[in-house]
Antibody, heavy 122, light 107 residues
Framework: QVQLQESGPGLVEPSQTLSLTCTVSGDSISNGGYYWSWIRQPAGKGLEWIGRVYPSGSTNYNSSLESRVSISIDTFKNQFSLKLSSVTAADTAVYYC??????????????WGQGTLVIVSS | DIQMTQSPSSLSASVGDRVTITCRASQSTSTYLNWYQQKAGKAPKLLIYAASSLQSGVPSRFSGSGSGTEFTLIISNLQPEDFATYYCQQSYSTPFTFGPGSKVEIK
């Protein structure tokens, strides 16, 4: 059974770079048929897709964040990572990593990591 | 970007009730629509993908329907563990977008 676990600093200063890693267990991240995504949720609010990475390293990003976001993959460590630069208080949220399955153009997120709260504050 | 709306934003229901949640897209998404359940303090869980396909392990009291711009999630015979917030999500085009959520509360 595939499991995902986010890790990284829970507190980031304004204007700095938020860095998170998602460790995948139970399956190889290199297996075809899956992208690997980051999604965030501010407290009490809805879900925002940040972007995704394929095992080849190709990426898709939310245009609202594209100038500040970078997602990379390390197939040897079975991990993928998120970097979000120039953060502000508006980036405070629970950050989730999720497997993005796709079949015949349909995409869905399953499973998800438990989420990690990142607070942007000095 | 495709905008998603949901109604109602919240509802109160009793165990055993049939609950219907509607999701609308700002443009056609064919059947590229998924539903998730999120309980307080937990990650979302996939219930329905491709508008009407039940994810493995999800109880059959959950069902989804619709295509184009209007979709429905039905929970028949509501159980205590179903009290949660439900989100729809379109996967027709990136950026993938979610609805604002529909909270199902105990009456």
């Amino acid at each position: 059974q595939v499991q995902l676990q986010e890790s990284g600093p829970g507190l980031v200063e304004p204007s700095q770079t938020l860095s998170l890693t998602c460790t995948v267990s139970g399956d190889s991240i290199s297996n075809g048929g899956y992208y690997w995504s980051w999604i965030r949720q501010p407290a009490g609010k809805g879900l925002e897709w940040i972007g995704r990475v394929y095992p080849s390293g190709s990426t898709n990003y939310n245009s609202s964040l594209e100038s500040r976001v970078s997602i990379s993959i390390d197939t040897f460590k079975n991990q993928f990572s998120l970097k979000l630069s120039s953060v502000t208080a508006a980036d405070t949220a629970v950050y989730y990593c999720a497997r993005n399955e796709y079949r015949h153009s349909w995409n869905w997120f399953d499973p998800w990591g438990q989420g990690t709260l990142v607070i942007v504050s000095s | 970007d495709i905008q998603m709306t949901q109604s109602p934003s919240s509802l109160s229901a009793s165990v055993g009730d049939r609950v219907t949640i509607t999701c609308r897209a700002s443009q056609s998404t064919s059947t590229y629509l998924n539903w998730y359940q999120q309980k307080a303090g937990k990650a979302p869980k996939l219930l329905i993908y491709a508008a009407s396909s039940l994810q493995s392990g999800v109880p059959s009291r959950f069902s989804g329907s619709g295509s184009g711009t209007e979709f429905t999630l039905i929970i028949s015979n509501l159980q205590p563990e179903d009290f949660a917030t439900y989100y729809c999500q379109q996967s027709y085009s990136t950026p993938f977008t979610f609805g604002p959520g529909s909270k199902v509360e105990i009456k």
